[in-house]
C-alpha cells in the first residue's frame, strides 16, 4: 500500500500538556507492538526516451519498450534498393545477468548492445552516472526492483551499508562461516536476557566466547525490523517534561492526539529523545510535519543542529528521519540495557543559506 499526498492528514501541533498523557502512552506502547512496513512509492508511471538509443524509452516504473519505427535494410539481392519494414513499438522482456540485475538489449545501427536496467531508469531520470558509482537498490533490496523512487547512484560502500542495513550483507545464516542457526542463536539470546555467563554459553554451544560476545553486542545475527526496547512509562514522560530544557509536542488530528514528540533543548542543539505518531498513522506525513516544525527552530546563531538516536534494527525510522535530511555521524555500541543492538546517532545541520522556509527537509521542499 501506498498513500498519496491527498491522504496524508494534515495536523495541528501544539504543546503537550497532562491531559493528553493518556493518548501519548497509548500511541507509545502501540509504537513498539506495530511492526511498521517499510514500502517505496513508484508513483505515477512516467516514459522518456533512452539516452543515446532514441527509438526506446525507459518508465519511472523501470520498464523499458521499443517505439513504432521504420528499419531501412539494403535489399538482399540489389544493393542499391533498400528494404523498410515498419516494426510495431513493444514491451521488452528483460533478462537477468548472473547477480540477478535486469538486462534488455537495444539496438542501433545494426548492432546490438546489452544495457542494465537500473542504469537506464537513473541516466534518465536521475542523471549521467557519476565515474565508478554503481546503482543501489534502496530502501528494496530486490535487485530487480528498477523503479526510480527505489533507486540512487553511490559506491560500492553505499551498497554495503544499504546491505547492513536490508541485513543481506553476509551475516547469520547467510555468512560462509556460520556455525550456528537461527534457533540456536534465539536460544542464545535467552540466556543472555537470564544473565547466563557467555562462557558457559559458549562451552554448551561449542564455540568460541567472543561468537556469543558479538551476539550479545548485536555485531553478528541482527534481528527484523520493529522498533526494540520497552516503552517510556508515564513517570518518564512526567519527569522528563518536568525538566524546563525539556519540551514535548502533540500533534492533533479532528481533536485526536496522533503524535507527540519529546525533545531537549541544549545550548547548541536539540535532541530528539522519543517520538511517535498513532499506528493508524503511520505514513501520512504526520512524523513530517512535526519533524518541521523543529527543524523551523534552528538558527544559525544559536541551535545549529537536531540529533536523535535511532536503534539499529529500527529501519522505519531510520528511514523516515534520512527522507527528512538527517545523516548517520557515529555508532553509538551498548546504548541499550534492554536490548543488545547498537544505535545510530542521526544529526540534521542548519544550513545557513537556506533560511526561511528552505530549511524545511528537502522533501518538504519538492512538494
Ligand atoms: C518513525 C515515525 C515517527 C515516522 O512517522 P510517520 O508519520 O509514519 O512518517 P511520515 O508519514 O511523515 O513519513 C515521511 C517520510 O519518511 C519516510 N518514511 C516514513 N516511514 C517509512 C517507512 N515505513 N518506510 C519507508 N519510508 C518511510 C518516507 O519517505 C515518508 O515520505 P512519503 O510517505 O511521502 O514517501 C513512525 O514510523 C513511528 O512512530 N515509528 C515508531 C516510533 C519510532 O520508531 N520512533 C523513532 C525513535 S525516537
Given at each position: 500500500?501506498k498513500?498519496d499526498n491527498?491522504t496524508?492528514c494534515?495536523v495541528?501541533?501544539r ?11 497509548a500511541?507509545?506502547?502501540d ?5 511498521c512496513?517499510?514500502f517505496?512509492d513508484?508513483?505515477?508511471?512516467e516514459?522518456r526516451?533512452?539516452m543515446?538509443?532514441y527509438?526506446?524509452?525507459?518508465s519511472?516504473h523501470?520498464?523499458?519498450?521499443s ?8 535489399h538482399?539481392r ?5 528494404h523498410v519494414?515498419?516494426l510495431?513499438?513493444?514491451?521488452l522482456?528483460p ?7 535486469l538486462?534488455?538489449t537495444?539496438?542501433?545501427?545494426g548492432t546490438?548492445?546489452?544495457r542494465?536496467?537500473?542504469h537506464?531508469?537513473l541516466?534518465v531520470?536521475v542523471?549521467p ?10 530502501p528494496?533490496k530486490?535487485?530487480s ?8 547512484w553511490?559506491?560500492a560502500k553505499d551498497n554495503r551499508?544499504d546491505?547492513?542495513?536490508h541485513k543481506t ?7 560462509w ?12 539470546r ?15 554451544m ?6 556469543i560476545?558479538h551476539?550479545?553486542k548485536?555485531?553478528t545475527w541482527?534481528?527484523a525490523?520493529?522498533r526494540?526496547?520497552?516503552?517510556w512509562r508515564?513517570e ?5 517534561l518536568?525538566q524546563p530544557?525539556?519540551k514535548?509536542?502533540v500533534a ?15 545550548k547548541?542543539?536539540?535532541?530528539v ?5 498513532a499506528?493508524?498513522c503511520f505514513?501520512?506525513g504526520v512524523?513530517?510535519q512535526?519533524l ?6 534552528l ?5 545549529t543542529?537536531?540529533?536523535v538516536?535511532?536503534?539499529e534494527?529500527n529501519?522505519?525510522a531510520?528511514?523516515?528521519f ?6 548517520v555521524?557515529?555508532?553509538l ?19 545557513p ?9 528537502p522533501k518538504?521542499?519538492a512538494r
Amino acid at each position: 500500500m501506498k498513500l498519496d499526498n491527498e491522504t496524508k492528514c494534515k495536523v495541528h501541533i501544539r504543546w503537550m500538556d497532562d491531559a493528553d498523557l493518556p493518548e501519548v502512552l497509548a500511541i507509545e506502547a502501540d509504537s513498539f507492538e506495530t511492526e511498521c512496513p517499510i514500502f517505496s512509492d513508484p508513483g505515477e508511471e512516467e516514459w522518456r526516451p533512452v539516452m543515446g538509443f532514441y527509438d526506446y524509452e525507459v518508465s519511472s516504473h523501470g520498464r523499458v519498450r521499443s517505439m513504432d519505427r521504420q528499419r531501412i535494410t539494403p535489399h538482399p539481392r540489389n544493393a542499391k534498393v533498400q528494404h523498410v519494414r515498419s516494426l510495431r513499438g513493444c514491451l521488452l522482456t528483460p533478462t537477468p545477468d548472473k547477480n540477478g540485475y535486469l538486462e534488455v538489449t537495444l539496438r542501433r545501427n545494426g548492432t546490438s548492445v546489452k544495457r542494465k536496467v537500473a542504469h537506464l531508469v537513473l541516466e534518465v531520470f536521475v542523471g549521467p552516472r557519476p565515474g565508478g558509482a554503481q546503482a543501489c537498490h534502496f530502501p528494496d533490496k530486490t535487485v530487480s526492483s528498477n523503479c526510480v523512487s527505489n533507486l540512487r547512484w553511490g559506491n560500492a560502500k553505499d551498497n554495503r551499508r544499504d546491505q547492513d542495513i536490508h541485513k543481506t550483507s553476509p551475516v547469520g545464516e547467510r555468512h560462509w562461516n556460520a556455525r550456528l542457526s537461527q534457533e540456536q542463536v534465539d536460544k542464545i539470546r535467552r540466556r543472555l536476557l537470564r544473565g547466563d555467563r557467555q562462557v558457559d554459553i559458549a562451552a554448551d554451544m561449542c564455540v568460541r566466547p567472543q561468537v556469543i560476545n558479538h551476539i550479545a553486542k548485536g555485531r553478528t545475527w541482527a534481528v527484523a525490523y520493529a522498533r526494540p526496547g520497552t516503552p517510556w512509562r508515564e513517570e518518564e514522560f512526567i519527569r522528563c517534561l518536568e525538566q524546563p530544557s525539556c519540551k514535548g509536542m502533540v500533534a492533533e488530528h479532528e481533536d485526536r492526539v496522533v503524535g507527540f514528540m519529546i525533545y531537549e533543548l541544549n545550548k547548541t542543539q536539540i535532541q530528539v529523545l522519543n517520538f511517535a505518531t498513532a499506528a493508524d498513522c503511520f505514513r501520512k506525513g504526520v512524523g513530517a510535519q512535526m519533524l518541521s516544525k523543529l527543524i523551523r527552530k534552528l538558527s544559525a546563531k544559536r541551535r545549529t543542529e537536531i540529533t536523535v538516536k535511532i536503534c539499529e534494527t529500527n529501519l522505519p525510522a531510520q528511514l523516515f528521519f534520512r527522507d527528512a535530511g538527517f545523516r548517520v555521524v557515529s555508532i553509538l555500541r551498548d546504548e541499550y540495557d534492554e536490548t543488545p543492538e547498537d544505535a545510530y546517532l542521526m544529526r540534521y545541520r542548519f544550513r545557513p543559506k537556506q533560511t526561511g522556509h528552505q530549511t524545511l527537509p528537502p522533501k518538504e521542499l519538492a512538494r
